[in-house]
């Protein structure tokens, strides 16, 4: 076997897992929205300790089975951590990347989270091909999806106004942040925000 044909082989090995990377990308930002919305981050910190799921599960008031699957898919992704607390029972605790997801943290990006997975922007990314395929105007695709432009849409919809002011100060903070010379990870995280939110 000829070292061209290995490194085609491996190609494609490559592509059969990258395609279902791609086929089932939706599913780490649903279920990163859906640990902000049930406050999954906020309750592991108050605990302070490694939490049980039993405990942890009657205090968001969720499915014990259902929140579990919920859990390991976020501990398999390092959002938290799995940890033992006696012989028989393990608990999860906080990382820094689910402090991030803390309603109100020092560090909390869960407004920009919010804001990226609402419908509404979402409608935006799924118009992107019908903006790239358009040729004589500059209608965005947020208003190709929208029916208005991003400034329009807020003035009409106030849930989406508070959602959007919510998410620019999550971007305030973290360009505040950027300015700091050692900070080069925020730096660079800010000027992908800039870079998706011109999609908009």
């Not at 780490?28 to 999954?40: D, Q, S, T």
Request: aromatic fraction near 8%; proline fraction near 4%.
């Amino acid at each position: 076997m000829g070292d061209m044909e290995v490194t085609i082989k491996e190609e494609e090995a490559r592509a059969e897992i990258e395609i279902w990377n791609y086929i089932f990308g939706y599913v780490k930002i649903a279920v990163v929205k859906c640990a902000i919305e049930l406050g999954i981050a906020d309750v592991i910190e108050n605990y302070g300790s490694p939490m049980p799921l039993s405990e942890l599960a009657t205090a968001l008031r969720c499915e014990p089975s259902r929140l579990h699957r919920i859990m390991r898919f976020m501990v398999h992704y390092r959002i938290f951590k799995q940890e033992p607390i006696n012989q028989h029972t393990v608990g999860f605790s906080s990382t820094p990347l689910s402090r991030r997801l803390i309603k109100g943290g020092e560090k909390s990006m869960t407004a920009f989270i919010l804001l990226m997975s609402s419908p509404t922007c979402l409608a935006a990314w799924h118009s992107l091909s019908a903006r790239v395929l358009e040729t004589g105007n500059n209608i965005s695709p947020f208003e190709l999806a929208n029916g208005k432009d991003l400034w329009s849409y807020a003035e009409a919809n106030p849930d989406f106004s508070e959602l959007f002011n919510n998410a620019l100060g999550c971007d305030a903070r973290l360009t505040v942040q950027a300015t700091i010379p050692k900070c080069s990870t925020e730096s660079k995280a800010w000027s992908m925000s800039v870079v998706v939110t011109g999609l908009l």
